[in-house]
């Protein structure tokens, strides 16, 4: 590193100033090539390996003649992309292809400056598209970066080695830091997500639809991104009992589940909605990632209704939780809910049909053998004969079943056998339907992730899951996870112990290596555990600072200012301030010059006080020369003078520090 230094350096300054302006806007035109055109990324990586070569050759910019059609065709390419030169997408290809094109048009100096200030606002628009914590520290690098570079033009005579220009970009933006930190907690902020446009909100997100068929849940199941993450108030339940209820689907077209038509949705929604709630509760605290979806999840069986911050939670007559609006940003609610309920356990729902609905011609085998379970008068029972079906004929739990047929459920029940929980979800509430049970699915997420370090049990998409519901007398709707018949171990231990990861690059016992379940290798859960904590606490605290939470702060800040005790803790803390200041600067002054600014002061209450472009030679001779003196004195003051002179200025020798000596004259100096 040092050698690498030590060659950059001696680099002339024009071709030093420009490397390190092309390497500041590379930190912050890299990140962009995630979300921009492949095109788009080429071409300002070409711009740039182009600019780069003219100034380590010293060769002649490009004629503007050559670059104004490039740019051109550029902001034509743009617009063809994007169908518009507006917006946040567009606008950044935009300007990221301005930067990478005015690299090619640096004539005058002011033209740096130009790049710098426009990647000053690149570095802005990262924020568009991540907010985690690797992009904020990669942000600080790429201003630290333009913060020397702009520092690097500044001088006009030597110019300090790259390391020391380094730390003067550090130390200013370090004294830029707390004033950041005061606008960050204290200037009033407005609804809506920490950065963003108004178009975002119109972003695709994965996560759970109102739609099941048959490679949903699987292909959900792909994703590691969190879904939401909770903070018990005790401990957590265990992992079988964590069911994060969702969308409720009722309507079956011989392929796909769907929720209830509205006009259906409106007439159970009028029924009324008996509820037990049994046993202890649970609190808990949920943050909910951006989903651009009405769906809220909570625990079953939630007691009541979260308050969320700007938005309004409902309930339908499933029993399913959503928001009036959807939720765009970091929503954090509470929730107190019963593993233990009685959900109208009254009596048969008034109207029963939407439950007991099946296709006509469709799926006639699974229908048949519905059909034969009505032989048996315990609906009970009826549930459990599907379940020892389950486990009793060989049925595999898969994240790659077979493809599917017209007849679907008959398909997999009679034919390929494998499946993922939609699968076996969707063919146990068509049995139980074709059998004279209600039933439906329930889709929504099962288990989640405690992390020992933070406390927090993360729920990711992977952890998407259905499960169904029947109705039975006397206890009303009870849940029924047909999957724990054939893979218990994903509902007590979660998918990656249920489905052995697959061998990476081909490579055999690699999978086993990378397991996620903290088993195989302690030390890589305890990294992510780790890695999942300071995440976590970076959305907790920076994403999450909502408007609602600001005022929380600004109150507490209030109050505690109204206790004496602050304004004193305050008032204590600048005291010792101020006197470790006044401390630090009487030692930076050298004890002999301290001396001999007593000795001018006291000379000059004598009338012989020193001219400021006055030295101690001149000084000497002058006070040798007055009358007005004692002879003592102008003795003491005159050996004086002439000792600190030879110490100041003359060359420096092993000799006796002067400052005893000194000290001794100035108190003849009466």
Same mark, same amino acid.
Request: one cysteine or more; aromatic letters at 10%; hydrophobic letters at 45%.
């Given at each position: 590193?040092?050698?690498?230094l030590?060659?950059f350096?001696?680099?002339?300054?024009d &071709?030093?100033?420009t490397l390190?302006l092309?390497?500041?806007a590379l930190?912050?035109?890299?990140?962009?090539?995630?979300h921009l055109?492949?095109? +788009?990324s080429l071409?300002?990586?070409?711009?740039l390996?182009w600019?780069?070569?003219?100034?380590?050759?010293?060769?002649r910019m490009?004629?503007?003649?050559?670059l104004?059609p490039?740019a051109?065709a550029?902001?034509?390419?743009?617009?063809?992309?994007y169908?518009?030169?507006l917006?946040?997408?567009a606008?950044?290809?935009?300007l #990221?292809?301005l930067?990478a094109f005015? /690299?090619l048009?640096?004539?005058?100096r002011?033209?740096l400056?130009v790049?710098?200030?426009?990647?000053f606002?690149l570095v802005?628009t990262?924020?568009f598209?991540a907010?985690g914590?690797g992009?904020a520290l990669?942000?600080?690098m790429? #201003?630290?970066?333009?913060l020397?570079? $702009?520092?690097s033009?500044q001088f006009?005579g030597a110019?300090?080695p790259?390391r020391q220009r380094?730390?003067?970009?550090?130390?200013?933006l370090?004294?830029?830091?707390p004033?950041?930190?005061?606008?960050?907690f204290l200037?009033?902020r407005?609804? *809506?997500p920490l950065w963003g446009?108004?178009?975002d909100a119109?972003?695709a997100r994965?996560g759970l !639809?109102?739609? /099941?068929?048959?490679?949903?849940?699987? %292909?959900?199941?792909q994703s *590691?991104e969190?879904?939401?993450?909770?903070?018990?108030d !005790?401990r957590?339940p265990?992992q079988e009992?964590?069911?994060?209820?969702?969308?409720v689907?009722g309507t079956y077209?011989?392929r796909?589940?769907?929720?209830?038509?509205p006009?259906l949705a @409106?007439?159970?929604?009028r029924?009324p909605l008996s509820l037990?709630?049994?046993g202890k509760?649970?609190?808990?605290?949920v943050?909910l @990632?951006p989903?651009?979806t009405?769906?809220?999840?909570?625990?079953?069986l939630p007691?009541?209704l979260p308050a969320l911050?700007?938005?309004?939670?409902?309930?339908s007559?499933e029993?399913?939780?959503?928001a009036?609006?959807?939720?765009?940003?970091?929503?954090?609610?509470?929730?107190?809910s019963y593993l233990?309920?009685?959900?109208?356990?009254?009596?048969?729902p008034?109207?029963?049909?939407?439950?007991? $609905?099946?296709?006509?011609?469709s %799926?006639?085998r699974?229908?048949?053998a519905?059909?034969e379970?009505?032989?048996?008068p315990?609906?009970r &029972?009826r549930?459990?004969?599907?379940l020892?079906?389950?486990r009793?004929?060989n049925?595999?739990?898969?994240?790659?079943?077979?493809?599917?047929g017209?007849d679907?459920?008959d398909d997999?029940?009679?034919?390929?056998?494998a499946?993922?929980c939609?699968?076996f979800?969707?063919a146990?509430?068509?049995?139980?339907r074709?059998?004279?049970v209600?039933?439906?699915?329930?889709?929504?997420?099962q288990g989640? @992730?405690?992390n020992p370090?933070?406390?927090? +049990?993360?729920?990711?998409?992977?952890d998407?899951?259905?499960?169904a519901?029947?109705?039975?007398?006397?206890r009303?709707? +009870?849940r +029924?996870d047909p999957?724990a018949?054939?893979?218990p171990?994903?509902?007590?231990?979660g998918?990656?112990?249920?489905?052995?990861?697959?061998a990476?690059f081909?490579?055999?016992?690699?999978?086993?290596f990378?397991?996620l379940?903290?088993e195989?290798?302690? =030390?890589?859960?305890q /990294?992510?555990?780790?890695a999942?904590?300071?995440?976590?606490?970076?959305n907790?605290w920076?994403?999450?600072?909502?408007?609602q939470?600001q005022r929380?702060?600004v109150?507490r800040v209030?109050?505690?200012l109204?206790? =004496?005790r602050?304004?004193?803790l305050?008032?204590f803390?600048?005291?010792?301030?101020?006197? =470790?200041?006044i401390? $630090?600067?009487?030692?930076q002054?050298?004890?002999?010059?301290?001396l001999?600014?007593?000795l001018?002061a006291?000379?000059?209450r004598?009338g012989l006080a020193r !001219?400021?472009?006055e030295?101690?030679?001149?000084y000497r001779?002058r006070i040798?020369a007055?009358?007005s003196?004692?002879?003592?004195v102008?003795a003491a003051?005159?050996e004086f003078?002439?000792?600190?002179?030879a110490w100041r200025?003359?060359?420096r020798?092993?000799h006796?520090?002067?400052a005893?000596t000194?000290?001794?004259l100035?108190?003849q100096v009466?």
């Amino acid at each position: 590193m040092k050698a690498l230094l030590a060659r950059f350096d001696a680099l002339p300054r024009d &071709k030093a100033d420009t490397l390190l302006l092309l390497l500041a806007a590379l930190l912050v035109l890299a990140p962009h090539t995630a979300h921009l055109p492949g095109w +788009v990324s080429l071409l300002c990586a070409s711009t740039l390996l182009w600019r780069g070569a003219i100034t380590l050759q010293g060769r002649r910019m490009p004629p503007s003649l050559l670059l104004l059609p490039l740019a051109g065709a550029a902001m034509f390419g743009v617009a063809r992309t994007y169908h518009t030169v507006l917006g946040r997408d567009a606008g950044v290809a935009m300007l #990221v292809l301005l930067v990478a094109f005015k /690299m090619l048009e640096m004539h005058a100096r002011r033209d740096l400056f130009v790049v710098v200030f426009l990647c000053f606002f690149l570095v802005l628009t990262n924020f568009f598209y991540a907010q985690g914590i690797g992009t904020a520290l990669l942000m600080a690098m790429s #201003v630290l970066a333009l913060l020397t570079a $702009q520092l690097s033009f500044q001088f006009t005579g030597a110019l300090p080695p790259l390391r020391q220009r380094l730390l003067m970009g550090a130390r200013v933006l370090g004294l830029a830091a707390p004033l950041a930190l005061a606008l960050f907690f204290l200037f009033p902020r407005i609804e *809506g997500p920490l950065w963003g446009t108004p178009g975002d909100a119109l972003s695709a997100r994965s996560g759970l !639809s109102e739609a /099941m068929a048959p490679g949903t849940m699987a %292909n959900l199941a792909q994703s *590691g991104e969190p879904s939401f993450r909770v903070r018990f108030d !005790s401990r957590p339940p265990s992992q079988e009992q964590l069911y994060w209820r969702g969308p409720v689907l009722g309507t079956y077209d011989g392929r796909t589940w769907t929720r209830l038509a509205p006009r259906l949705a @409106e007439r159970t929604a009028r029924q009324p909605l008996s509820l037990a709630l049994l046993g202890k509760g649970i609190g808990y605290e949920v943050t909910l @990632e951006p989903s651009y979806t009405h769906w809220l999840f909570a625990l079953e069986l939630p007691q009541r209704l979260p308050a969320l911050d700007g938005n309004i939670a409902r309930v339908s007559g499933e029993f399913e939780l959503t928001a009036s609006y959807p939720v765009e940003t970091r929503l954090r609610y509470r929730m107190t809910s019963y593993l233990n309920y009685r959900l109208q356990a009254g009596a048969l729902p008034e109207d029963a049909g939407p439950w007991l $609905q099946l296709p006509a011609d469709s %799926n006639p085998r699974a229908l048949l053998a519905g059909l034969e379970l009505r032989a048996e008068p315990d609906p009970r &029972k009826r549930v459990d004969a599907v379940l020892r079906r389950f486990r009793r004929d060989n049925y595999v739990y898969t994240l790659n079943p077979p493809l599917l047929g017209r007849d679907a459920v008959d398909d997999f029940l009679y034919g390929s056998r494998a499946g993922f929980c939609e699968h076996f979800s969707g063919a146990f509430v068509f049995l139980m339907r074709a059998a004279g049970v209600p039933a439906r699915v329930v889709t929504g997420y099962q288990g989640g @992730e405690l992390n020992p370090i933070d406390g927090y +049990v993360t729920v990711r998409q992977s952890d998407a899951h259905a499960w169904a519901e029947v109705w039975l007398a006397r206890r009303g709707w +009870v849940r +029924v996870d047909p999957t724990a018949a054939v893979a218990p171990e994903r509902v007590r231990r979660g998918l990656n112990v249920a489905i052995p990861p697959r061998a990476p690059f081909g490579i055999e016992g690699l999978g086993r290596f990378m397991r996620l379940d903290g088993e195989s290798n302690a =030390w890589i859960a305890q /990294m992510r555990h780790a890695a999942g904590a300071v995440n976590n606490g970076w959305n907790q605290w920076v994403l999450n600072y909502t408007p609602q939470r600001q005022r929380g702060v600004v109150e507490r800040v209030q109050s505690s200012l109204l206790d =004496w005790r602050m304004p004193a803790l305050l008032a204590f803390l600048i005291t010792v301030l101020l006197l =470790w200041r006044i401390f $630090q600067r009487r030692r930076q002054i050298d004890p002999v010059d301290a001396l001999y600014s007593a000795l001018c002061a006291r000379l000059a209450r004598l009338g012989l006080a020193r !001219s400021a472009d006055e030295g101690p030679s001149a000084y000497r001779a002058r006070i040798t020369a007055a009358t007005s003196l004692a002879p003592s004195v102008q003795a003491a003051a005159a050996e004086f003078l002439e000792r600190y002179g030879a110490w100041r200025y003359a060359p420096r020798r092993h000799h006796e520090h002067p400052a005893a000596t000194l000290k001794r004259l100035l108190s003849q100096v009466r």
